[in-house]
Structures are given as C-alpha cells and as structure tokens.
C-alpha cells in the first residue's frame, strides 16, 4: 500500500525553524517531482517548493531565501527546512509525489502536518 507519511510540524516563534520530513513507502519502482504545498484557514492550497529526481527546484516568491527543499532518493524522503518563519506561513503542509509504484503511475498526496508560527 502507497503512503506518504509527513512529520515535523508544530508550533514554533517567529524567527524560528522547522524542518518537515516527507517518506513514501511501498512497492515503489521511481519517484519523479516531489513537493510540499500548504492550505491556510479560508485559503486555496498553494505551493511552496517543488525537486525534480535531478535536484532541480523551485519556491514560491514568498519563501525563497527562508525555505529549503532537499530529497534523499534512496529513502524516498523529501525534506523542508523552513528558517525565518513568519506567522503567515502557519498552514498544514502537505507533501505531494509524481511516482510510479505497483499500481501505476500518478500523483499522490500526504494527510498534511500542522505549522503554527505565533509568539
């Protein structure tokens, strides 16, 4: 059975840091793009960050400077370093992944983990 599997948020000061972790797990074959996105309160989702399987990536103009996405392929793990956080970054963070496993290939989706940036 496929899952993505996020950990790391909680409650952090602005200013502060918090690095999220993303594993996939199953009968997987090969992982293309990888990525977190985040949904606000009364908020579309939006992306943060996103890696190709080569390294290349790409950050919403909000975060660029402050986030840092990273992949480790032989665990199939894609991580965000979030430094300088704002309280405008307080979402739930979902980790996403075009991959091929067992069943097909298709885009997946994490059940989100809490950020909360508040003094």
């Known amino acids: 059975q496929l899952q993505l599997v996020e950990s790391g948020g909680g409650l952090v000061q602005p200013g502060g840091s918090l690095r999220l972790s993303c594993a996939a797990s199953?009968?997987?074959?090969?992982?293309?793009?990888m990525g977190w996105y985040r949904q606000a309160p009364g908020k579309q989702r939006e992306l943060v960050a996103t890696?190709?399987?080569?390294?290349?990536?790409n950050y919403v103009d909000s975060v660029k400077g402050r986030f840092t996405i990273a992949r480790a392929n032989a665990k199939n793990t894609v991580y965000l370093q979030m430094n300088s956080l704002k309280p405008e970054d307080t979402a739930v963070y979902y980790c996403?992944?075009?991959?091929?496993?067992?069943?097909?290939?298709?885009?997946?989706w994490g059940l989100g983990t809490q950020v909360t940036v508040s003094s």
């Open positions: 199953g009968n997987i074959y090969s992982i293309y793009n």
């Open positions: 996403n992944a075009d991959l091929w496993y067992s069943a097909g290939r298709g885009n997946y």
């Open positions: 890696i190709t399987s080569g390294g290349t990536t």
